[in-house]
């Protein structure tokens, strides 16, 4: 069900799309995968711990039922306001498989043990 061994998933951050107030939020893509490789469409997604939603988003994009509690109502509001949107067509999603974006131009070398990332010609200068 997975396509490869590693996954290349940005986390999300301030300008990430799925951004909320929570501090810890996973990445919907990262629930679809686990969601497509560990269960089958109608099954039952449990998370204990649902934070702002996107175990139950990545659940109910995939035709799998979803339960999900969580100790601070604030979260929960959002994890049902953004079930809501989804189920309208209106949550934005990074699409899962989209690529992370790499500069043309960037090349990493090793020097003395240190990583040096550049753009253009290598950097001279010593430490």
């Not at 799925?18 to 490789?37: D, G, M, N, S, W």
Request: proline letters at 8%.
């Amino acid at each position: 069900k997975n396509p490869t061994d590693v996954w290349e998933i940005p986390n999300v951050k301030s300008n990430h799309p799925e951004k909320t107030i929570h501090p810890c939020q996973f990445p919907v893509e990262l629930i679809e995968r686990l969601v497509l490789a560990l269960t089958n469409p109608g099954d039952w997604v449990i998370d204990p711990f649902i934070g702002v939603g996107s175990t139950a988003i990545a659940a109910i994009l995939h035709g799998r039922k979803v339960a999900g509690a969580d100790i601070i109502e604030e979260y929960i509001k959002i994890a049902k306001q953004r079930i809501e949107l989804l189920l309208r067509g209106k949550l934005k999603l990074r699409p899962m498989g989209k690529p992370i974006y790499e500069p043309k131009h960037l090349r990493m070398e090793i020097e003395a043990g240190l990583f040096d990332y550049l753009e253009g010609e290598k950097n001279e200068k010593s430490l």
